[in-house]
C-alpha cells in the first residue's frame, strides 16, 4: 500500500511562485512513475507533470511547459513541483499520484494511489 500526502498549497498573487510537494510512504521503488494532476471547478481532472521514481524522464502539458519543474528526491520519498509565473489559469486543486509503470501517463486512470489533494489559489 502507498500513500501520498501533499504540500505547500495556498494564496499567492499573479507572477509569483509556489512548492508542492508530495511525500510517499509504503513500497515505492524503481519501477513507479510519479505525476502531479489538476483540477478547477467545473473542469475536467488534468495532466501537469510526470516524472521516473529514478528522474531520469521527465514530461508536462503544455500549458505549464517552461514554467512549472518536477523533481524527485529518492532518498526522502518525495516529489516537488515548483511553480513559477503563476497565473489565474493555474488555480486548482492539485494532486499527486504514482502508479507501477514503465512510462509517464497522461491519463489519471492510469494511476492507482493518489493524494488528498492540495489548494493553489492565485489571486491578487
Known amino acids: 500500500q502507498v500513500q501520498l500526502v501533499e504540500s505547500g498549497g495556498g494564496l499567492v498573487q499573479p507572477g509569483g511562485s509556489l512548492r508542492l510537494s508530495c511525500a510517499g510512504s509504503?513500497?515505492?521503488?524503481?519501477?513507479?512513475?510519479m505525476g502531479w494532476f489538476r483540477q478547477a471547478p467545473g473542469k475536467e481532472r488534468e495532466f501537469v507533470a510526470g516524472i521516473k521514481w529514478t528522474g531520469t524522464t521527465t514530461d508536462y502539458a503544455e500549458s505549464v511547459k517552461d514554467r512549472f519543474t518536477i523533481s524527485i528526491d529518492n532518498a526522502k520519498n518525495t516529489v516537488y513541483l515548483q511553480m513559477n509565473s503563476l497565473n489565474s489559469e493555474d488555480t486548482a486543486v492539485y494532486y499527486c499520484t504514482t502508479t507501477v509503470g514503465a512510462r509517464i501517463y497522461k491519463n489519471g486512470a492510469a494511476y492507482s494511489y493518489w493524494g488528498q489533494g492540495t489548494q493553489v489559489t492565485v489571486a491578487s
Open positions: 509504503g513500497t515505492i521503488f524503481r519501477g513507479y512513475v
